[in-house]
């Protein structure tokens, strides 16, 4: 195959791609839940945007004359404050609301950070000769060893207590995942005929590697990615809950919990309505991502 014939045929993926694109919705879409999930991620995504103009009050705004009001259905409660006050007379809508921009700016940040480190680590792993493949993949193994919540724990204690170094411990942990499915799909993409007649053409190693090798195994990285989030904003929450992630008066979700620990009993909205907006993002990404899966991978799709 000459490099003309390679030219060509990478012209014809590129007018494919309009009807890989409607074959993709059109199975995605048959998972409903899958649906539900995007269309509530997109709800959350359209909060984390424009979040502090359509928040009522300003999150960090302290009204101390009504501090832990109950939401605008329970006695005691008040329209100006439609979830309620927290200990600081601060409005708990307005809070969740402009906290949905900090866990997808963690979400963000983090798989872009963990995919792109993960994918070119490995990239190399693969097309690398075996002592070098060894000495990488024994270096993730030793990583995905610890549990992760601990390690990034530790890293954060490590760095110091902040939603960027969070972020930062987060994405190491998650790296070797990445690695991994990159270099598997990479041995097995080597042994096609495609990948071949490339390397006879005369494609030097970085355009095996970026051009004709990497987009046919971006499928099972996207879902990948898609979980990989949700597991982000989970961490995230998780070290902030622990007073290693986003400092007060953030209003990051799992800050919001670990400030509103002490009242659970007698105020059961300021920890219940950060809980919900975690397990209902979540949930809905995960739901997104077994969407992804489905439509992605030829083996689950139904004829």
């Not at 209003?251 to 007698?266: Q, S």
């Amino acid at each position: 195959m000459t490099s003309t014939d390679t030219i060509s045929a990478e012209a014809e993926m590129v007018h494919e791609r309009p009807g890989r694109l409607r074959e993709f919705w059109f199975y995605f879409r048959e998972n409903r839940g899958a649906v539900i999930g995007l269309w509530i991620f997109a709800a959350f995504a359209f909060l984390a945007i424009f979040g502090p103009w359509i928040a009522p009050h300003s999150a960090t705004e302290q009204f101390r004359a009504d501090t832990l009001l109950p939401p605008v259905w329970q006695e005691g409660g008040s329209w100006k404050y439609l979830l309620g006050t927290d200990p600081l007379g601060r409005d708990m809508l307005s809070r969740l609301i402009v906290g949905a921009r900090f866990s997808f700016f963690v979400g963000i940040v983090v798989v872009t950070v963990a995919a792109t480190g993960g994918i070119l680590i490995g990239l190399v792993a693969g097309f690398a000769p075996k002592w070098l493949d060894s000495i990488i993949m024994r270096i993730m193994d030793i990583i995905l060893a610890f549990p992760s919540l601990l390690l990034a724990l530790v890293l954060v204690a490590v760095l110091g207590p902040s939603l960027t170094n969070a972020m930062i411990a987060i994405a190491i942990v998650l790296q070797p995942h990445y690695v991994r499915l990159t270099r598997a799909s990479v041995l097995s993409e080597r042994q096609r005929d495609y990948v071949t007649s490339a390397r006879v053409a005369g494609a030097g190693y970085f355009r095996l590697m970026f051009v004709t090798v990497l987009p046919n195994c971006l499928a099972p990285i996207i879902v990948q990615a898609a979980l990989s989030f949700s597991t982000a904003i989970l961490d995230a929450a998780a070290l902030g809950f622990l007073g290693m992630g986003a400092q007060p008066p953030t209003p990051e979700w799992g800050t919001m919990l670990a400030e509103a620990r002490e009242f659970i009993l007698r105020a059961w909205w300021v920890v219940t309505f950060p809980g919900l907006a975690i397990l209902v993002t979540v949930l809905a990404i995960n739901l997104m991502g077994d969407g992804l899966r489905d439509a992605l991978d030829p083996k689950l799709k139904r004829s």
